[in-house]
């Protein structure tokens, strides 16, 4: 195991009801602007329940963060806080409305312009901010990553900022997800976990444990969010797994893998496709392509996860891997690109930003434009 601090200050609010706590939570001499999406708020009965906790409490709102956040929205955002002198950001939605309200938290101290502050990649002063999250996905509600798009440029980058205070969640917020949303809420938390988990073996048996244990429970759950999505206890599990999977819990001393996110970005930046059904095409390419650097974390995860015990090395291997994207498909997810209307053309742009970008991804350095190439083409 590698060395490693691990500090993770967000208060985590979770269970029915549990919005009431803004109240409380929120300093009561806070200068708020309270920020959304397109609405889903309103009809889940979130958006009532936060006017209703934030009776006391002055505040503005700013509505329009767009799922994959751009910069040009955002920006407008920054100047309304400037403008109004906002010292608190309280973001109601989906990992956008997360990810937006953190380069604003940022940007309202900054005097430049906000784009610079996602290329410098790092943590900046912001700030406090807290989240009602409502979207099991990102884990944004408990990490201080976010990925802001620019829209002008077709561009897609993630940066650090600072964790939110507090995110409350409530699993009944999740019950107005249409299918799509969960399916690709579910192959994204399944993804964060395997790009900790699928690297170098034999690092951390609790990290490699408290995987299995998140991709088990979407496995064991996905069929019955399909059956019901009203289930709260399993639409309790659903939301914890977001969180678990992305707020550095299971990565403790560990190397990490990434690619697929980074070569996800692209698809999304480029074809507008959403964040987590990227990944579901991208990820089973990325273990064709490089199974045999991960072969031996590919065999304990057919066993452990997937049950695969019997035959050579190359067979567990290579039916781990179709399990994967079984699963996936079982959600409803298309797992090709060309299914999804994408073609040679846009591998080739991707590699040309991968070469520029000097891209070398993934827990070993090794996932360079050429072997992007490799991954995309094997998912055609
Ligand atoms: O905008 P509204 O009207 O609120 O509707 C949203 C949006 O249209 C809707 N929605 C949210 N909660 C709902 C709901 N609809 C019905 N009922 C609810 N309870 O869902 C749509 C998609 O929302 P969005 O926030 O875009 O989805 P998600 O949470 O998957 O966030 C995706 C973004 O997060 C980034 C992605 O790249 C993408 O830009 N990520 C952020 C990460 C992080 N901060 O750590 C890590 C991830 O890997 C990911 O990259
Ligand atoms: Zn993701």
Redesign the pocket.
Known sequence: MNNFTFHNPTRLVFGKGQITQLSTLIPSEANIMVT??????K??G?YDQVVAALSNHKYIEFWG?????TVETLRKAIAKGKENKIDFLLAV???????GT?LIASGILYEGDAWDLVLKGGYGEAIPFASVM???????EM?S?????RAETKE?Y?FFNTFPSFSILDPE??????PY?IA??VA?IF??VVEQYMTTPRQSRIMDRWAEGILLTLIEIAPKIKANQHDYDVMADYMLSATMA?NGFIGMGISQDWAT?MI??EL?ALHGI???HT?SIVYPGTLRTLKEQKSEKILQYAGRVWGITEGSDDERINRAIESTEKFFRSLGLLTRLTENGVGEETIDKIVERFNKAGAAYGEKGNVTGDVAKQILQSSL
């Open positions: 959304y999406g397109g609405g889903s708020v009809k889940n979130v963060i767009e799922p994959n956040p939605g989906g990992g956008s409305v997360l990810d953190k409502t979207l099991p996905a990102t884990g944004s990490n990553g976010a990925v802001i798009s897609k993630g917020s999740t019950f107005t997800l249409s949303q690709c809420g994204d993804i964060h992305l996110h996800g970005h999304t959403t964040h987590g990944l």
